[in-house]
T-cell receptor, first 112, second 116 residues
Framework: NAGVTQTPKFQVLKTGQSMTLQCAQD?????MSWYRQDPGMGLRLIHY???????DQGEVPNGYNVSRSTTEDFPLRLLSAAPSQTSVYFC???????????FGDGTRLSIL | AQKITQTQPGMFVQEKEAVTLDCTYD???????LFWYKQPSSGEMIFLIY??????QNATEGRYSLNFQKARKSANLVISASQLGDSAMYFC?????????????FGKGTLLTVNP
């Protein structure tokens, strides 16, 4: 009964470092997405995928890369971390656009 | 472009009373879905209720109902008989249905505090 699993839960990086946030879902959902949540800003879409091999940019894609080699996994890569990327990151998946999204528990990321 | 507006940064309600959280939206699409999510202090996002733009009846899920007024472009969440556990952040969101636009747009949220 795992649903959407995000790792790690917490991470501290130095400016300029790179890292990958992992996201996996076991519900065979085609649609997956990454959001960042900042105080007073709600959730903003970073990147999304409508199936394996297909990704597209969301509202705030700069500084992030994604790939979708399998239906289950949708990692988010920070290429060169900046303090402005300090945020809580959520991965979500859904079976269809008219269905609610299932969210992971989030990754709290701090960039020093 | 889609936009969600939640005009109440914070709301207070007494336990066992009903409360309405406001949500207005802006879209030029005819077919869309509206969602409400709850985020307690522990941080997880919990889906509450969904309303499709072509649904004639207002959606209900237990103590949650959605007051959908299409002409006014509003989709207010009504929580009946508030409980202490309802204290949380609440987000309204929308998505176009059909086409290739998959983006889910969120409002900035309303922080609900339920007082004993």
């Amino acid at each position: 009964n795992a649903g959407v699993t995000q790792t790690p839960k917490f991470q501290v990086l130095k400016t300029g470092q790179s890292m990958t946030l992992q996201c996996a879902q076991d519900m065979n959902h085609e649609y997956m997405s990454w959001y960042r949540q900042d105080p007073g800003m709600g959730l903003r879409l970073i990147h999304y995928s409508v199936g394996a091999g297909i990704t597209d940019q969301g509202e705030v894609p700069n500084g992030y890369n994604v790939s979708r080699s399998t239906t289950e996994d949708f990692p988010l890569r920070l290429l060169s971390a900046a303090p402005s990327q300090t945020s809580v990151y959520f991965c979500a998946s859904t079976r269809a656009v008219g269905q609610p999204q299932h969210f992971g528990d989030g990754t709290r990321l701090s960039i020093l | 472009a889609q936009k969600i507006t939640q005009t109440q940064p914070g709301m207070f309600v007494q336990e066992k009373e009903a409360v309405t959280l406001d949500c207005t939206y802006d879209t030029s699409d005819q077919s869309y879905g509206l969602f409400w999510y709850k985020q307690p202090s522990s941080g997880e996002m919990i889906f509450l209720i969904y309303q499709g733009s072509y649904d004639e009846q207002n959606a209900t899920e237990g103590r949650y109902s959605l007051n959908f007024q299409k002409a006014r472009k509003s989709a207010n969440l009504v929580i009946s008989a508030s409980q202490l556990g309802d204290s949380a952040m609440y987000f309204c969101a929308m998505r176009t249905l059909g086409g290739s636009n998959y983006k889910l747009t969120f409002g900035k949220g309303t922080l609900l505090t339920v007082n004993p």
